[in-house]
Every structure is written in structure tokens, then in C-alpha cells.
């Protein structure tokens, strides 16, 4: 597997260095740095991606960078990103998981319930054969979910203030 990643990483590189308008090169390099916890590689790739194209990959590419500034703790870039991303894409449970997780973390946890249980059902309907997939999303979805106060709490906590 590693040697894979390695091989996927030096083809991706030497495709950019050929031509560096290479969007596709560039989102996969990033979106590698990313999971490798190399923020500041993964910055510069998915940035050039989104200054070459802010719709790149049916919009993942917001995704990616709302992950990443989850992943740096910059919630509040995180939400600009991200908000995007599900108002074009409303159905994607990891998405919606990182939209949900950088809300609570900026202190809005009744909207932050709200994406976590959006994402649950996401995955929930997802079609069969990405379940898989999704199905990671709904886990952490429902972790954070439990972690947070019931939507009566947070009701009567704002109407307290």
C-alpha cells in the first residue's frame, strides 16, 4: 500500500511539474497531503485547485478545504467553505459531518445537531453500494451527536438568553 501512495504522490508530482495548471494533479496531492497530516502541502494544492476552479470535482473541492481547516482548527474558514458545500451539495454525509463538527466548535451546537443528524440520514439513504462508505460518517456523525445536549436542552437554553 505505501509503495502505491509513493508511486500515486511522484507520477501526481511530475504531472504538475509537466504542466501546473494540472487541477486533477494538484486535488489529489492535496487531498494525500491531507490524510498524511501535512497540512501546509495539502494547503497549497487544494488553494491552487480552488483559485483554478471554486466548482472543481461536483464541488468537493470546498469539501476538501473545509476538512482541512477543521483539520488546522480554523473553524471559523472551515464554515465559510463548508456552508457553501452543502447548500450545493445537501446529501453528502461527510460533508455535512465537518460542517456540523466546525459549528461546534464556534459554539452554534443546535445547528451543529441539526448537520450531525442531516448527516446520519444521509448516510441512511445512501445508495447501496456506498454505504461503505457513508457509513464511517454516520458513526462519527452519532458520536458527536451524543456528546452534545439534547435539541429540549438547547431549545430551552435559548430561551433562557
Do not use: C
Not at 450545493?88 to 454525509?93: G, I, Q, S
Not at 460533508?95 to 446520519?120: N, Q, S
Amino acid at each position: 500500500m505505501r509503495f502505491s501512495i509513493r508511486a500515486a504522490i511522484k507520477r501526481f508530482k511530475l504531472a504538475v511539474a509537466i504542466d501546473p495548471g494540472q487541477t486533477d494533479a494538484h486535488f489529489q496531492l492535496g487531498r494525500i497531503a491531507l490524510e498524511q497530516d501535512r497540512l501546509s502541502d495539502a494547503l497549497e494544492h487544494l488553494q491552487t485547485v480552488f483559485v483554478q476552479d471554486e466548482k472543481y470535482n461536483s464541488n468537493e473541492i470546498l469539501r476538501e478545504l473545509g476538512a482541512l481547516y477543521v483539520t488546522a482548527g480554523q473553524h471559523h474558514d472551515a464554515l465559510r467553505r463548508l456552508e457553501i458545500y452543502v447548500d450545493r451539495r445537501p446529501y453528502d454525509p461527510e460533508g455535512l459531518y465537518y460542517f456540523g463538527f466546525a459549528l461546534e466548535k464556534t459554539g452554534d451546537a443546535a445547528r451543529a445537531r441539526e448537520m450531525y443528524e442531516r448527516a446520519i440520514e444521509a448516510a441512511r439513504t445512501a445508495p447501496r453500494y456506498r454505504r461503505r462508505y457513508t457509513a464511517k460518517w454516520s458513526r462519527l456523525a452519532q458520536r458527536q451527536v451524543r456528546k452534545l445536549p439534547s435539541a429540549q436542552n438547547l431549545a430551552l437554553h435559548d430561551t433562557t438568553n
